[in-house]
């Protein structure tokens, strides 16, 4: 029997969808009408790519990336500031996105349009893709009749986040590149090169440098139990990743990333610049500094900074000014809160933060322009290691037989 998909709406005006079994699309249309579902759309599809569709779509596949939201914002602002009708602008973007899955969720968040929800409501049923910051901002704008402002607003802060993420993987492709190239050459000398000298170690007998013994006895046990070090390879990764899926371990991760040498103090203020810049942003949209904060803690990405953000929202409650918060919470440098108490005394903090957060960000540049510079000793370091470790290991037996006359006969 035919599988056909079906899009349609309740009696309450809810769009609906699936897939049903029907010997014509005449019969599932009236299948539907006798469960109180008027079909919209009814289009023949194939139930394998549908299974697969959906598996991809779980496992993250196809998930839309930064810069499809991006592109979104970029648009929207322009077909809001235009006066285009929403309705009409949406539909345009849900046929002309090249990332289907994206395709699919900005259809679905047409069919609520349509059935008289508001956008940042629409919006929100998608939360694997608009941030609650995104939706809140969006919101705002709304409600204030800004909405082609909002949209700009977020192009401008979802590109600069892109802009960081982008210069930090670039800096760090090098340095990446260097360590597993050192850690396959420690493989290919362990499992294979070792072996072939091991002939010749044995006819020194017991008279091995301690250097050599240990490589031997690295060698030998990776090269007959090599299935026990991948399985303790993958038991100690999986370990990793159930703590850190952790409360406790996501918390503790997070803030130990901030204090890893060069690396951490880089991440640290990125993400302060990013504090900065959505603070800045809730404050023109005129979300209300609680709230504000409140939204920021959880577009972070880092449980510690979370907190950190989160104790700011606390003492505001309390009663305390936004600086002094700023200031025992140990988050910012001293000139960021010389600057963020002028802001307050003068009442344009939103215009101090964006100051702020532009400070932050020409110091990730700058540390980003000169981080190869900053890691070259640490790789040199790693490279002489590794080959004096060779030279203590290997060599040196060779050339103690060499001599003593014993030849390599």
């Given at each position: 029997?035919?599988?056909?998909?079906?899009?349609?709406?309740?009696?309450?005006?809810?769009?609906?969808?699936?897939?049903?079994?029907?010997?014509?699309?005449?019969?599932?249309?009236?299948?539907?009408?006798?469960?109180?579902?008027?079909?919209?759309?009814?289009?023949?599809?194939?139930?394998?790519?549908?299974?697969?569709?959906?598996?991809?779509?779980?496992?993250?596949?196809?998930?839309?990336?930064?810069?499809?939201?991006?592109?979104?914002?970029?648009?929207?602002?322009?077909?809001?500031?235009?006066?285009?009708?929403?309705?009409?602008?949406?539909?345009?973007?849900?046929?002309?996105?090249?990332?289907?899955?994206?395709?699919?969720?900005?259809?679905?968040?047409?069919?609520?349009?349509?059935?008289?929800?508001?956008?940042?409501?629409?919006?929100?049923?998608?939360?694997?893709?608009?941030?609650?910051?995104?939706?809140?901002?969006?919101?705002?704008?709304?409600?204030?009749?800004?909405?082609?402002?909002?949209?700009?607003?977020?192009?401008?802060?979802?590109?600069?986040?892109?802009?960081?993420k982008d210069k930090l993987s670039a800096a760090t492709r090098?340095?990446?590149?260097?360590?597993?190239?050192?850690?396959?050459?420690?493989?290919?000398?362990?499992?294979?090169?070792?072996?072939?000298?091991?002939?010749?170690?044995?006819?020194?007998?017991?008279?091995?440098?301690?250097?050599?013994?240990?490589?031997?006895?690295?060698?030998?046990?990776?090269?007959?139990?090599?299935?026990?070090?991948?399985?303790?390879?993958?038991?100690?990764?999986?370990?990793?990743?159930?703590?850190?899926?952790?409360?406790?371990?996501?918390?503790?991760?997070?803030?130990?990333?901030?204090?890893?040498?060069?690396?951490?103090?880089?991440?640290?203020?990125?993400?302060?610049?990013?504090?900065?810049?959505?603070?800045?942003?809730?404050?023109?949209?005129?979300?209300?500094?609680?709230?504000?904060?409140?939204?920021?803690?959880?577009?972070?990405?880092?449980?510690?900074?979370?907190?950190?953000?989160?104790?700011?929202?606390?003492?505001?409650?309390?009663?305390?000014?936004?600086?002094?918060?700023?200031?025992?919470?140990?988050?910012?440098?001293?000139?960021?809160?010389?600057?963020?108490?002028?802001?307050?005394?003068?009442?344009?903090?939103?215009?101090?933060?964006?100051?702020?957060?532009?400070?932050?960000?020409?110091?990730?540049?700058?540390?980003?322009?000169?981080?190869?510079s900053a890691l070259e000793p640490i790789l040199i370091v790693?490279?002489?290691?590794?080959?004096?470790?060779?030279?203590?290991?290997?060599?040196?037996?060779?050339?103690?037989?060499?001599?003593?006359?014993?030849?390599?006969?």
């Amino acid at each position: 029997m035919p599988v056909f998909r079906y899009l349609g709406r309740t009696s309450r005006g809810e769009a609906v969808k699936g897939v049903l079994e029907a010997d014509s699309p005449e019969s599932l249309a009236d299948h539907l009408f006798a469960r109180g579902i008027t079909p919209t759309e009814i289009l023949p599809t194939n139930v394998s790519q549908d299974v697969v569709h959906d598996a991809w779509k779980k496992l993250g596949g196809g998930r839309p990336q930064t810069n499809d939201l991006i592109m979104f914002s970029r648009q929207m602002h322009s077909l809001t500031k235009a006066g285009l009708p929403l309705l009409r602008g949406m539909s345009s973007l849900a046929s002309s996105t090249p990332n289907q899955i994206f395709r699919e969720v900005l259809g679905q968040i047409l069919e609520n349009l349509q059935a008289g929800r508001d956008l940042a409501s629409s919006l929100a049923q998608h939360p694997e893709v608009f941030s609650k910051f995104y939706v809140s901002v969006i919101r705002v704008g709304e409600n204030t009749g800004n909405l082609p402002v909002a949209f700009m607003r977020m192009y401008e802060y979802l590109g600069m986040e892109k802009r960081i993420k982008d210069k930090l993987s670039a800096a760090t492709r090098y340095p990446a590149t260097v360590i597993v190239a050192i850690a396959v050459a420690l493989v290919v000398i362990t499992v294979f090169v070792l072996p072939k000298f091991e002939p010749i170690f044995a006819s020194l007998g017991d008279n091995l440098p301690w250097a050599t013994r240990v490589l031997l006895g690295v060698s030998g046990f990776v090269t007959e139990y090599w299935y026990i070090v991948v399985a303790g390879l993958l038991m100690a990764y999986m370990g990793f990743r159930i703590y850190v899926q952790s409360d406790e371990g996501r918390y503790q991760w997070d803030k130990q990333k901030l204090k890893l040498p060069i690396l951490g103090g880089i991440t640290h203020k990125a993400t302060l610049a990013k504090v900065c810049r959505s603070f800045a942003l809730t404050i023109e949209s005129g979300v209300p500094i609680v709230q504000g904060l409140n939204m920021i803690a959880q577009a972070t990405g880092n449980e510690y900074m979370c907190e950190g953000v989160l104790s700011l929202r606390t003492g505001v409650e309390h009663g305390e000014s936004l600086s002094r918060t700023a200031q025992t919470s140990g988050l910012f440098s001293p000139l960021a809160l010389q600057m963020i108490m002028i802001g307050e005394e003068t009442g344009a903090l939103g215009e101090l933060l964006v100051e702020v957060a532009d400070f932050y960000e020409r110091e990730v540049d700058y540390e980003l322009e000169n981080i190869s510079s900053a890691l070259e000793p640490i790789l040199i370091v790693a490279v002489g290691s590794m080959v004096l470790v060779l030279a203590l290991g290997v060599f040196l037996p060779l050339w103690d037989m060499a001599a003593s006359g014993g030849g390599f006969g």
